[in-house]
Nanobody, 117 residues
């Protein structure tokens, strides 16, 4: 099993920055990829960014150039640095891990990010 706990959300003005953290525990060695998703009120959950076991990264077009996903293997933690925040970035942000064989998914509880205009 893999457990995930997010932190770092909050209220920030447009143009500001936040850094989200996702601490993983359990079968860390079996994790293949970790992703951030977000869900705004009344909208479907959408993918934001991914980091692979080999540290390759990819981003949704809506956040490319503003958000950065990274990891600290010593702390079993993945980060999402969010810069130049916009009101449309307001959402609950979820951390996700795909792990094991056959592949399974774990989700965190989510952390609220609110960007005021």
């Amino acid at each position: 099993q893999v457990q995930l706990v997010e932190s770092g959300g909050g209220l920030v003005q447009a143009g500001g920055s936040l850094r989200l953290s996702c601490a993983a525990s359990g079968s860390i060695e079996s994790i293949n990829t970790m992703r951030w998703y977000r869900q705004a009120p009344g909208k479907l959950r959408e993918w934001v960014a991914v980091i692979t076991r080999g540290n390759s990264t990819s981003y949704a077009d809506s956040v490319k150039g503003r958000f950065t996903i990274s990891r600290d293997n010593a702390k079993n933690t993945v980060f999402l640095q969010m810069n130049s925040l916009k009101p449309e970035d307001t959402a609950v942000y979820y951390c996700n891990a795909y792990w094991g064989v056959p592949q399974r998914a774990s989700w965190g509880q989510g952390t609220q990010v609110t960007v005021s205009s």
